[in-house]
Nanobody
Framework: EVQLVESGGGLVQPGGSLRLSCAAS????????MAWVRQVPGKGLEWVSA????????YYADSVKGRFTISRDNAKNTLYLQMNSLKPGDTAMYYC???????????????????WGQGTQVTVSS
C-alpha cells in the first residue's frame, strides 16, 4: 500500500520557520520526482516546489523562492521542506506528491495522478 505521511506543520509567527517532512512507503521512492503542493480553503492546488528523483535538481514557485528549501533523503524515503521567513500568505494545507514533473504545471491541478499525502496544516499568524 502506497503511503505518504506529512508532518511538521503548525502555528508559527510571521518571520518564523518550520520544517515539513513526508515519509513515503509502498513504492520505490528513489525513482520518482517529489513535490510540495499547498491549498487554501476555497482555492485550487498551488505547486510550491519539486525535486528530481536523485535530489540533483530543485525547482521553486516564485512566491517561495529564496525562502523555502526542498530536499530528500532516499535512504530514509523522506522528503523535506524547510520554510523560512514565513508570511501569512503561506498559510495553507501542505501536501507532498510523488510522480509529477519537476517544473510544476497542470499535473498538480488535481490529485488524480501519482501519489498524494493527506496534508499538514501550516498557519502563519501573530
Amino acid at each position: 500500500e502506497v503511503q505518504l505521511v506529512e508532518s511538521g506543520g503548525g502555528l508559527v509567527q510571521p518571520g518564523g520557520s518550520l520544517r515539513l517532512s513526508c515519509a513515503a512507503s509502498g513504492f520505490t521512492f528513489s525513482s520518482l520526482n517529489m513535490a510540495w503542493v499547498r491549498q487554501v480553503p476555497g482555492k485550487g492546488l498551488e505547486w510550491v516546489s519539486a525535486i528530481n528523483y536523485n535530489g540533483g535538481s530543485t525547482y521553486y514557485a516564485d512566491s517561495v523562492k529564496g525562502r523555502f528549501t526542498i530536499s530528500r533523503d532516499n535512504a530514509k524515503n523522506t522528503l523535506y521542506l524547510q520554510m523560512n521567513s514565513l508570511k501569512p500568505g503561506d498559510t495553507a494545507m501542505y501536501y507532498c506528491a510523488a510522480g509529477g514533473p519537476v517544473y510544476g504545471g497542470s499535473w498538480y491541478s488535481s490529485t488524480d495522478s501519482g501519489y498524494w499525502g493527506q496534508g499538514t496544516q501550516v498557519t502563519v499568524s501573530s
